[in-house]
């Protein structure tokens, strides 16, 4: 519990920035996310790097380049500037090696933290989803007692299909109103506390989508930090909730949200690089 409430934690800012861009394209709110993380990772990069060092480096190697260019009949001076460029270059990779390694979990972070909020989108008014329960490994034949009830909001469409080998249980449920509902799932007896999950259906266009909801751990908090995990000593491992992919289209084109915040983040690095004064 103290991993997911850490995780709330780390989210919050997340939330308080996408929150207001509910109803506009995703590729705006994914701009200005990028635009922050470019800056959080220059000046990270600035404070954990030597920036005079770098600078003489590239200095170097632009000079060597330049002598390329000035002796090229040369074969003896055009060898030892080859030797010299790579040597610099990899001088030049060993300094840059302790930011990377502080930078990139940075970069991580973003790139976990808005998936949830780009991969899925909510349900739409009349849209039927699957919805998935897990159980645990030692649960037996629990699998044959677990029930999903109807609620304001949702309807359970069919029985359950039961994959005793994957130990799941599959329901296709249908969206009634718009809104956040609980799904509400028990395993009789054996589950006196039972298990939620929230299910989102609205036409918003960027929204807090969590497609799983898994037992207490790090991977749990990643995947959801909006519900509570399940309790520890619950039958049910996980409840997946087959939400429908979001879509990035950017000039009529769809286009992957990692690859988009990828290349907004290098391009705003490199654009903002020189203004800030940091050697890249």
């Not at 589950?191 to 929230?198: L, M, N, Q, V, Y």
């Amino acid at each position: 519990m103290m991993v997911w409430q850490l995780q709330r934690i780390v989210a919050r800012p997340f939330e308080w920035l996408l929150s207001p861009f509910a109803n506009a394209h995703p590729l705006l709110p994914l701009v200005l996310v990028s635009l922050i993380a470019s800056i959080l990772l220059l000046f990270a990069f600035r404070w954990l790097s030597n920036q005079q060092a770098l600078e003489e480096i590239k200095a170097k190697i632009h000079a060597h380049f330049l002598e390329l260019k000035l002796f090229r009949h040369d074969v003896g001076v055009i060898w030892s500037a080859e030797k010299q460029i790579l040597r610099y270059n990899l001088l030049y990779l060993a300094y840059l090696l302790k930011p990377l390694i502080v930078t990139l979990p940075i970069f991580a972070l973003f790139l976990v933290e808005l998936d949830a909020w780009f991969t899925s989108r909510p349900l739409k008014v009349g849209e039927p989803v699957v919805v998935s329960v897990f159980t645990q490994p030692q649960a037996g034949n629990l699998l044959d007692s677990i029930q999903v009830a109807n609620t304001e909001g949702l309807r359970v469409e069919t029985p359950a299909l039961r994959i005793r080998e994957e130990r799941r249980a599959d329901w296709r449920i249908r969206a009634l109103a718009a809104g956040e509902h609980q799904l509400e799932f028990s395993a009789g007896s054996h589950d006196s506390k039972g298990a939620t999950k929230r299910v989102r259906v609205g036409r918003e266009r960027v929204a807090y989508v969590a497609r799983t909801l898994s037992g207490p751990g790090f991977l749990s908090g990643l995947e959801n930090s909006e519900e509570s995990p399940l309790s520890p000593g619950s039958p049910i491992s996980r409840i997946e909730v087959d939400y429908p992919g979001a879509v990035l289209a950017v000039f009529g084109w769809s286009v992957n949200w990692v690859v988009a915040f990828v290349v907004l983040s290098i391009v705003f690095a490199f654009l903002l690089k020189r203004p800030f004064g940091i050697v890249l």
